[in-house]
């Protein structure tokens, strides 16, 4: 069954720093990969997800995401930070009919002016 | 304007009693899910259902129980025997429900405490 990892259950970057939030997938069979961001007390909204086809994924709000299928890993970065970005973010894999998905823990970013 | 809409906001059970959050949508998706969000462990699947009249446990299905009568409609009912109630629901809905690529859109959430 496919699992997710995401590396550092807190991330604090500074406005205008690079974000990296990290995330790592195991999966028997060619994963499909979403991003999504939760503010709080709402739910989730998507970012980007990749499927098949080109391995760098742009979403919305500036974000971006690599397919790197040897390092098993869905990195999501963005250039610059803003203060809106303050979020838990949030990586997931799907496999299978069922479209069950499996979601990662959660990284929380902090963004501090 | 289309959506996955969930009430209450804000609920608060006694011990011992059955409660059932609702989430409606009007995408006219096929497929529904219910998941459990407590702090520091994502989401966890509590059940879902590919079609009307048809539902499967997901993941953490104990103490919980579900109905898909209608296409728009997939109500959740936490019952007594649910030992440790108190979380944040979420519930999502995707075009179908069988197919990888689908994008899950998720409802603003129901915060249930038990007291």
């Known amino acids: 069954a496919q699992s997710v990892t995401q590396l550092g259950s807190h991330v604090s970057v500074s406005e205008g720093a690079l974000v990296l939030l990290r995330c790592n997938y195991s999966s028997s069979v060619p994963p499909y990969l979403f991003w999504y961001v939760q503010y709080p007390n709402q739910g989730l909204q998507l970012l980007l997800k990749y499927t098949t086809g080109a391995t760098l994924v742009k979403g919305i709000n500036g974000f971006e995401a690599e397919f790197k299928k040897s390092e098993t890993s869905f990195h999501l970065t963005k250039p610059s930070a803003h203060m809106s970005d303050a979020a838990e973010y949030f990586c997931?894999?799907?496999?299978?009919?069922?479209?069950?998905?499996?979601f990662g823990a959660g990284t929380r970013l902090t963004v501090k002016p | 304007d289309g959506g996955i809409t969930q009430s209450p906001k804000y609920l608060f059970r006694k011990e011992g009693q059955n409660v059932t959050l609702s989430c409606e949508q009007n995408l006219n998706h096929d497929a529904m899910y219910w998941y459990r969000q407590d702090p520091g462990q994502g989401l966890r699947l509590i059940y879902y259902s590919q079609i009307v009249n048809d539902f499967q446990k997901g993941d953490i299905a104990e103490g919980y129980s579900v109905s898909r009568e209608k296409k728009e409609s997939f109500p959740l009912t936490v019952t007594s025997a649910q030992k440790n109630p108190t979380a944040f629901y979420l519930c999502?809905?995707?075009?179908?429900?069988?197919?990888?690529?689908?994008?899950?859109?998720f409802g603003p959430g129901t915060r249930l405490t038990v007291l």
């Open positions: 999502a809905s995707s075009i179908r429900g069988g197919g990888s690529t689908d994008t899950q859109y």
């Open positions: 997931a894999v799907s496999e299978g009919e069922n479209n069950d998905m499996r």
